[in-house]
């Protein structure tokens, strides 16, 4: 898809999003914040986010599913972050947007509609990917300090076991993506 194209998409959800209100609050801002192929090609994940323009009162995410030749705005769940879809796109992996405490990797079940958490030792800074076969899921590992000084590696999580393989050794430095 041409840049244009898929900035003008980002704009429409945007503005759906906010239309969405019965009172538009001009106090907010609202903003697609990522789109994400479904593996089937004819839809897209989207996260879009309402925030205090003054940071006066916390922001708000729904993920939704758009499909391409319908045009039809499907919501799925709230404060999804870093989506990764599945390759059959049964189960989308994500990371929420309102923990602050946790960094947890979070499975939606798109047949079942539910939502469960998967995995806890995640960094927040990452991107999951799922392996083409579907049985192993990319992401970071952080550990050893904080902010600027915790070391984050790569890592390779079996989905039918929950084994975990560490990919890079780091140390001091950090490994993403």
């Known amino acids: 898809m041409k840049p244009l194209s898929f900035l003008i998409i980002a704009?429409?959800?945007?503005?759906?999003?906010?239309?969405?209100t019965s009172e538009i609050d001009t106090n907010y801002a609202t903003s697609a914040?990522?789109?994400?192929?479904?593996?089937?090609?004819?839809?897209?994940?989207?996260?879009?986010?309402?925030?205090h323009k003054r940071g006066q009162?916390?922001?708000?995410s729904k993920v939704f599913d758009y499909d391409l030749g319908s045009k039809?705005?499907?919501y799925l769940f709230d404060n999804g972050s870093n989506l990764a879809p599945?390759?059959?796109?049964?189960?989308?992996?994500?990371?929420?947007?309102?923990?602050?405490?946790?960094?947890?990797?979070?499975?939606?079940?798109?047949?079942?509609?539910?939502?469960?958490?998967?995995k806890t030792d995640t960094s927040r800074k990452n991107s999951l990917e799922w392996s083409p076969d579907g049985k192993n899921l990319l992401y970071n590992i952080s550990?050893?300090?904080?902010?600027?000084?915790?070391?984050?590696?790569?890592?390779?999580?079996?989905i039918?076991?929950?084994?975990?393989r560490q990919i890079t050794q780091s140390g001091k430095d950090k490994s993403y993506d």
């Open 33 to 51: 914040v990522a789109a994400v192929w479904m593996p089937n090609g004819k839809s897209l994940l989207i996260a879009v986010v309402k925030y």
């Open 86 to 118: 599945s390759p059959d796109g049964k189960t989308i992996a994500f990371l929420k947007r309102d923990d602050n405490k946790r960094a947890d990797i979070y499975f939606f079940k798109t047949t079942t509609k539910k939502e469960t958490v998967f």
């Open 160 to 164: 039918a076991t929950k084994q975990v």
């Open 72 to 74: 039809q705005l499907t």
């Open 143 to 158: 550990y050893g300090g904080q902010g600027q000084q915790a070391t984050i590696d790569i890592c390779v999580l079996n």
């Open 11 to 20: 704009v429409f959800f945007a503005r759906l999003a906010k239309s969405q």
């Open 57 to 60: 009162a916390p922001f708000t």
